[in-house]
């Protein structure tokens, strides 16, 4: 068998199941199964140009994750190859590749190597079979059942941010972490949102289009990278804005000085006096010199709430809609009680009630979205509980009910302006 009119050549299993690429001088480099010492912890390097799986080759025609051996003996492959020259060949068995990441999903062939997402398992497998031909003694080659894993990484050229991890809780689609709330989907768009591992990294150069949008005191996320170190990251890092002012960021290395993963806690304008706060953008670097730069983002509004059932009500004719906002009108800075749009992206139901969040990045920022199950239960140092917050929107049927949101799934309910049952946030005015 050749694919390449006999450069590689498989007249035994471990060469059918092997991996070849091109060095930079151009040279094809072959890996056979017996040659695999690649492991998790040890995979292979590949070259700077080999940038998706396309450039990886195999015995499985280019498209294709599993062949019957038999087509690669047609005129359409013609992959079969004899020494004397005999064309009337045919072959039994099959083969298959499975490519998957280091968090077990499946990878299409067309998708670009990322060492975010590395090592990757490259999965080849044959069943029995033969190739044989018409004509020789003997007419025939054996291939055995076998399987080999290349493990894979591609070379880092440069450090960059992979991924910004906030509380991933609610954060999957159909429930399948087991979260006791049948059939929500929590997962935001997939360019954006990774179940697993949190907000991807959109434009590192560019604020607006990253996590966090919106931020509170002692809210946090964890920023993967590679190509670099926390400490190093935590060293080369400005712990106040660029741009803005009433924010700051306190940077510590949760695995350790030589890990891959800095741990950002927000601090800023607090229960009970405030403060004032700008929206305020924050660059990340690699390198004390400022000149790779490997994340940003901008906070837009900043959230103030008090672990307090509407904190005080210095009139007795105050309900808790109104309790609320002189809270909120009492902070310095300008604050004001959240509409429900600062707070979820959630689709009210015909009944103008329910539905969730799903996790997602936008221009206007919504607190729940963005942060999760936003609670001390996970920010252990915040003032958010797993409750309700007052929103600034009457629900306007006739009534005088208010719109509230739920800080755990970002669900909107409504309630009596006078209950004085549930809890204030307030938000910097934008």
Not at 32 to 59: C, G, K, R, Y
Not at 120 to 126: E, H, Q, R, S, W
Not at 324 to 338: D, K, R, T, W
Request: aromatic content about 12%.
């Amino acid at each position: 068998m050749t694919f390449d009119n006999g450069k590689v050549k498989a007249d035994n299993t471990s060469q059918l199941l092997s991996i070849n690429f091109y060095l930079p001088d151009g040279s094809l480099k072959t890996i056979t199964a017996d040659q695999n010492l690649s492991t998790e912890t040890n995979p292979i390097v590949l070259p700077h140009d080999v940038t998706s799986f396309d450039n990886i080759m195999t015995f499985i025609p280019y498209g294709e994750t599993s062949i019957d051996l038999n087509e690669l003996t047609s005129n359409y492959y013609d992959f079969a190859r004899d020494d004397d020259g005999d064309s009337d060949m045919s072959a039994t068995g099959n083969m298959s590749i499975d490519i998957e990441d280091n968090q077990n999903k499946t990878v299409q062939l067309t998708d670009h190597l990322s060492a975010c997402n590395a090592p990757y398992k490259i999965k080849l497998t044959t069943t029995n079979g033969s190739l044989t031909t018409k004509y020789g003694i003997p007419n025939s080659s054996l291939f055995t059942k076998a399987e080999t894993v290349y493990f894979v990484t591609p070379e880092i050229t440069h450090s960059y941010a992979c991924y910004a991890q906030p509380n991933l809780k609610f954060g999957d689609d159909n429930n399948s972490t087991g979260n006791g709330y049948n059939n929500l989907y929590f997962a935001g768009p997939t360019q954006q949102w990774d179940p697993t591992k949190g907000f991807k990294v959109i434009n590192a150069d560019l604020p607006s289009a990253n996590f966090p949008r919106t931020g509170s005191n002692n809210l946090f996320f964890l920023l993967t990278f590679v190509g670099t170190t926390a400490k190093q990251v935590i060293a080369s890092t400005p712990t106040t804005p660029e741009k803005g002012s009433g924010a700051a960021l306190v940077l510590t290395a949760p695995n350790g000085d030589d890990g891959n993963v800095v741990k950002i806690l927000l601090q800023g304008p607090k229960h009970p006096k405030g403060g004032l706060f700008e929206p305020a953008t924050f660059k990340i670097y690699s390198d004390p010199e400022k000149t790779n730069q490997i994340y940003s983002f901008e906070i837009i509004r900043w959230f103030i709430t008090s672990k307090d059932v509407v904190p005080y009500n210095t009139k007795d004719d105050l309900t808790g809609v109104a309790t609320a906002s002189e809270y909120c009108h009492s902070l310095e800075g300008e604050y004001e009680v959240p509409y429900i749009i600062n707070y979820t992206n959630s689709k009210k139901n015909d009944f103008g009630i329910g539905g969730n969040y799903t996790r997602e990045i936008d221009t206007l920022g919504h607190l729940f979205s963005e942060w999760g199950y936003t609670s001390s239960t996970y920010y252990s140092a915040s003032d958010w509980a797993t409750d309700s917050y007052w929103s600034n929107n009457p629900v306007g049927d006739g009534t005088t009910d208010q719109y509230l949101v739920t800080s755990y799934i970002g669900s909107i309910r409504k309630e009596k302006p006078s209950y004085m049952g549930n809890k204030v946030a307030c938000v910097s005015a934008y």
